[in-house]
């Protein structure tokens, strides 16, 4: 998901019938430039080259797991055919699904660190080169916050840095949570929480950090979880039921859902999480 905003102007968009690395492109119908919509760059036209800003958002999750957590939502109704898409059972990619395909190209995808159809959530973490480091919470995973962190290829402060950013990728498939719904991982020297729930396919990536602290967090129940602190946190909408932080919510982190081969393709460098 993305904000339509870009420089002050909002731009509408549409299916352009085309792909891309095997992968659909959109276009916007200002200046008919072509977007990627897994990485949101413009790759062709007046705008290439610009980015639209990813919106955090929950790639998937069952109507009934959704409805029990945002009572009041409204839901978009698309005419389709003669009827509402949301009544439309059958999947049209049913059969691609199911089976081994990769795209339409005939691109050969080498990347055999996973299977091609492997579901993955896929995350990119951005951090500013020399953010202040974080206070651990009770003897937890975080740096001393006095000096930060410098970035990976470059340091803090570097006259004539052409990009104060380091972005770090990594995947999580899907088999990592067959016995839990939740990982505590570090990206990029940002504490983050992977929640996935076989139940309802929901997910969510969110920093583990409240009060500027790392925390760390276990499985109670479904999508419900305890921080070190007795805290309990729904990790659909990731507020605090219960205990010291009752009320605050977690931020958020922008994730996908997707196969392998695709991210990969898109995302060479990335790296893999492995229990």
Do not use: C
């Not at 929950?58 to 409204?74: G, L």
Request: aromatic residues 12%.
């Amino acid at each position: 998901m993305y904000s339509r905003e870009l420089e002050g102007e909002t731009y509408t968009f549409g299916v352009s019938g085309k792909l891309w690395r095997d992968a659909l492109l959109m276009y916007d119908h200002q200046t008919r430039s072509l977007w990627s919509h897994i990485t949101g760059e413009a790759i062709q036209g007046q705008l290439k080259g610009k980015k639209l800003k990813p919106l955090v958002s929950m790639p998937q999750i069952t109507w009934k797991a959704w409805k029990e957590n945002y009572s009041d939502t409204q839901v978009l109704s698309v005419p389709f055919r003669g009827a509402m898409r949301e009544s439309i059972s059958r999947d049209s990619y049913e059969g691609y699904h199911k089976s081994q395909d990769t795209g339409v190209s005939g691109t050969k995808y080498t990347d055999k660190r996973l299977p091609n159809k492997q579901l993955v959530i896929g995350v990119q973490v951005q951090r500013k080169y020399g953010d202040d480091g974080l206070v651990g919470h009770d003897g937890a995973d975080g740096q001393a916050g006095a000096d930060g962190q410098a970035g990976a290829d470059g340091k803090p402060g570097d006259p004539g840095a052409v990009d104060q950013y380091s972005t770090q990728y990594r995947a999580y498939p899907l088999t990592q949570f067959t016995k839990t719904a939740m990982i505590n991982d570090t990206v990029n020297g940002v504490p983050l929480l992977i929640f996935h729930d076989r139940e309802s396919f929901a997910t969510a990536v969110f920093k583990r950090i409240v009060d500027n602290k790392v925390i760390i967090f276990t499985a109670i129940d479904g999508h419900f979880a305890q921080d070190n602190s007795g805290t309990e946190w729904n990790l659909i909408t990731g507020k605090a039921t219960k205990g010291k932080h009752k009320g605050e919510r977690l931020q958020r982190l922008s994730s996908v859902n997707i196969y392998w081969f695709a991210w990969a393709r898109f995302y060479p460098e990335t790296t893999i999480y492995r229990k």
